[in-house]
């Protein structure tokens, strides 16, 4: 398997220049090989927000490299980015971060039209998508009249829908119950496992690291600890007594 993501000495600052001026990342270097499930964890304020928006390609590092799937991100422009980010990367949030007055339907094609995709096929692979993630038969609802698991069930179909190399889910069971949570798990092993979808998971539950092939331990702006499980089972209750 190949690489599909480099980070060399990432450095992320704010307030650049000002007297505020806050170091967030401290030079983080990292590689993701494709078809890797990795989670990144660590507790609120460790950094691990800041470092999932420049794999996200949704910022751009103060200091360093950073490589997606060969592309240098820093010396792309603008317009390349967001384009490169649409087809490359497919977003899961904690919020969903569905269209209100849009059908489950059109949250789904809405990507698909960003990247010029003909309308025919659009609603085709939408409809392909969300049976993918057993909701066909809310594709004419609104996300209002959607319970919290369905709302996430829609939005992973979104984030599918230009079929992108990496999917990055930020806090992506944070607002549902453990039952539900765990049937968004069992769908993210499903695309990993079946469609061999590079999947890294942003959170702060050892839980649902553990489950994953790689963690990845942020505090303070650094890595403290880059694990491959290899099947082995973690110590939870050590691990959270460290503070991870």
């Known amino acids: 398997m190949g690489e599909i993501i480099r980070l060399n000495n990432i450095i992320k600052r704010f307030y650049v220049g ?14 993701v090989n494709e078809g890797e499930f990795t989670s990144i964890v660590g507790p609120s304020g460790s950094g ?3 470092l999932m928006n420049l794999i996200g390609a949704l910022d751009r590092p103060t200091e360093g490299t950073y490589y997606l799937d060969g592309i240098d991100v820093e010396a792309a422009a603008d317009a390349d980015l967001s384009d490169i980010r649409n087809r490359k990367i497919g977003f899961v949030f904690q919020t969903y971060n569905l269209i209100p007055k849009t ?12 990247a010029g995709v003909s309308k025919g096929e659009r609603r085709r692979r939408a409809v392909q998508l969300l049976d993918l993630v057993e909701m ?3 594709a004419k609802h609104l996300p209002e ?5 369905q709302k996430q069930r ?8 230009n079929d992108p190399a990496i999917i990055l889910a930020d806090e992506p069971t944070g607002a549902l119950d453990t039952k539900t949570g765990r049937l968004v798990m069992d769908l993210f092993h499903k695309l990993n496992e079946e469609q061999n979808k590079t999947i890294i998971l942003i959170t702060h539950s050892p839980e649902l690291a553990s489950e994953t092939d790689r963690i990845i331990s942020i505090r303070d702006g650094n890595i403290v600890d880059d694990e491959y499980l290899n099947g082995k089972q973690i110590d939870l209750n050590q691990w959270k007594k460290e503070g991870v």
Not at 145 to 149: D, I, K
Request: cysteine-free.
């Open 103 to 114: 059908t489950a339907l059109s949250n789904v094609e809405l990507p698909m039209l960003y």
């Open 154 to 161: 829609v939005a992973i179909a979104r984030a599918m829908a």
């Open 145 to 149: 009249e959607l319970s919290g698991g």
């Open 18 to 31: 000002q007297p505020n001026e806050l170091e967030i990342l401290h030079g983080i270097s990292l590689s």
């Open 136 to 138: 066909s038969e809310r």
């Open 48 to 50: 691990k927000s800041t």
